[in-house]
């Protein structure tokens, strides 16, 4: 598998860490020295499907291609207001894909969903059964959280990565894993109410949960991990890789998984600054801005780690 073209799309509205504390009790000096966060973008009118599809529009350019050449659309996304159809089709109506040859559908895996994602287009170019997939990771975390909890309102923004996948030899390592933790990161919606169903409290509402210091601390440790082992697979040593993209979930894990290698800083790409924390589409518009600012060439080697609620994650080694 081979990345042919990236694109990325965020929302207009840029919102700072001073706005915030128009809503919240917070303020800058303990938003950047917390997370690194400056500001972020914020869905106000936009449409999220057609962010997503404007992501993917722009990868479908990157790689010289057009629409009607995409014969499969994957999207990753956690949550918006389409329960169904599913993001992946609602994209393909939005870009004129016409049916019935470019089969779409959704993925979940949280923070960690790019990689995840990666793995299941590999499998579908590797045996020839996509020639050109695009994949797109979207989010609108922000429509996720309670904007009167400061702990995390402040850290979120929206956003959309995408990229189209074609055949090729630069996948070159992957690992995925999954320990069943959901009480440290969740968010639950109600379903619709029946006359049979008896179950009590489960269907209640609960904005975005997150025990960010145990998160903190997983994130720090499995990344350290699953680095090390994914470059082990594919034969390499950390020396090698010449970019590292991590999910941008606050600037003192990137920091603190970065202290751990000894390499040079500025191997470790990071835009949470201005983006906040976009889950699973953070190291996909990440990926773009950096290609697009000249920072990754052709034939670089790139290590992705994610790390999310699940508790899941999941790194890759593949070359530009
Ligand atoms: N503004 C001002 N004060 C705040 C805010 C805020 N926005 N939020 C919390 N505080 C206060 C708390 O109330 C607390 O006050 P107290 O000492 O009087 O009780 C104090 O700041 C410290 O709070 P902590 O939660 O202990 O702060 P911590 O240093 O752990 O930072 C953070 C919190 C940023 C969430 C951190 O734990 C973190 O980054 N965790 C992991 C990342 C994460 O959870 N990301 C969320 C998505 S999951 C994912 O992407 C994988």
Redesign the pocket.
Known sequence: MKILGTGSAVPKQTVTNDM?SDF????DV??TT??GIKSRQIITTERFEELAALAGQRAIEAAGLVPEDIDFIICHNVCNVYVTPSLAALVQGILGIKGPNCPTMDLNS???GFTYGLEICDSFIATGRAKHILFICAEE?TRMVDWT????????GDGAGAMVLGAGDNYLASKLTSTPMPDV?YYRLPCEPTPFETGEGIDTHIA?Q???????RM?VTSAQRDIRDVIEKAGLKLEDIDHFLL????Q??IDAIKQDFDLPPERFHSNIQKRG?T?SA?IPMLLDEEIREGRIKRGDLMVFN????GFVTSAAVMRY
Do not use: P, Y
């Open positions: 915030l919240v009790d917070t303020n303990w938003i917390r997370t949280a923070c960690a975390v909890q400061r702990e995390t309102c402040v850290l979120f990161i975005m997150l025990k960010g210091r145990e998160v903190f994130a999910h941008q979930a606050n003192r894990i924390n889950s953070s994610g790390f999310g609620a």
